[in-house]
């Protein structure tokens, strides 16, 4: 986790962040699903020197391969429809993604980083997560982190009126909520619905549509790539990845006093509990 030298003075924020982060895996709730587990922290480390700090997690005893990889290398390594992995693996896995996602948001924090890109098996990548309230600290994201093509179109206006993101803090209306976290699961749960990279399908329709905007983007994979989704996966995934890239659209103008809960409960309902109900 790097930080920028204006805080070498005041880094006392950085380290409350830091170290509340390094504590999550023990205040995450057992779901009982295994596939995506967190990573049991032992703690965290501080270099002032190259402005960075690291948390040091422990490596699971029941693990022979201490390999890290991505849901991006897995799907680039196993381009033959032979070696795609099944079904059943494909829908538990996304169970999990889900599960973990509504986890996290319960104990009231923001991942802020969901992507394909992101170690697997393992939910991690915690670099940007926050506490989900108005005041708490929080940096949008560098160029290092290579996640803005998963972000909802809202979140990434106001990163460019921001101007350099990798060192303006992120305030105001449009400031990171739970709903950019499901619009960014929505597109992981497309890659593992078609077994292709994001990165790819964009390109794809760039191709088609050249100077293609972020909301553009998002309304063309709602009206062109859900029946290619249910085609792979069913109706009831399609469902879930629709609901997942539409949620902010959906809840925006809601007045409701426990809006943050109320969202979690939308999320269960129409994500995690179809999504769970896919696994036989």
Not at 84 to 92: E, K, M
Not at 105 to 110: E, G, T, Y
Not at 160 to 169: D, T
Request: hydrophobic share 35%.
């Amino acid at each position: 986790m790097k930080y920028g030298t204006e805080w070498a003075s005041g880094v006392e924020p950085l380290i409350n962040r830091v170290r509340r982060i390094s504590q999550l895996s023990h205040r995450m709730p057992t779901s009982g699903h295994g596939v995506l587990p967190m990573l049991r922290s032992l703690g965290y480390i501080h270099d002032p020197t190259n402005c960075e700090f690291g948390i040091v997690y422990e490596f699971p005893p029941e693990s022979k391969d201490p390999t890290v990889f991505s849901l991006y290398t897995a799907i680039k390594t196993k381009k033959s429809r032979a070696d795609h992995p099944s079904l059943t693996q494909r829908f538990a896995l996304a169970s999990s993604l889900v599960r973990h996602a509504l986890d996290l948001h319960s104990i009231q924090w923001l991942h802020k980083t969901v992507a394909g890109k992101t170690p697997q098996p393992y939910f991690i990548g915690f670099d940007l997560a926050r506490f989900n309230n108005d005041t708490t600290f929080s940096v949008g994201p560098g160029a290092a982190e290579q996640v803005e093509e998963y972000h909802h179109p809202a979140y990434q206006r106001l990163l460019n009126v921001e101007g350099n993101p990798g060192s303006q803090l992120v305030t105001g209306p449009e400031r990171y909520r739970q709903e950019f976290d499901y619009y960014s699961i929505g597109l992981v749960l497309l890659e593992i619905a078609v077994w292709k990279p994001l990165g790819d399908i964009l390109k794809d329709l760039i191709k088609k549509r050249p100077g293609i905007t972020p909301e553009k983007t998002r309304q063309e994979l709602l009206l062109n790539y859900m029946g290619l989704v249910a085609s792979y996966m069913g109706d009831k995934y399609a469902g879930a990845v629709r609901r997942c890239l539409s949620f902010y659209d959906d809840m925006s103008g809601n007045p409701r006093k426990d809006y943050q809960g109320y969202v979690r409960a939308g999320f269960r309902r129409v994500v995690v509990d179809e999504l769970d109900s896919c696994i036989v």
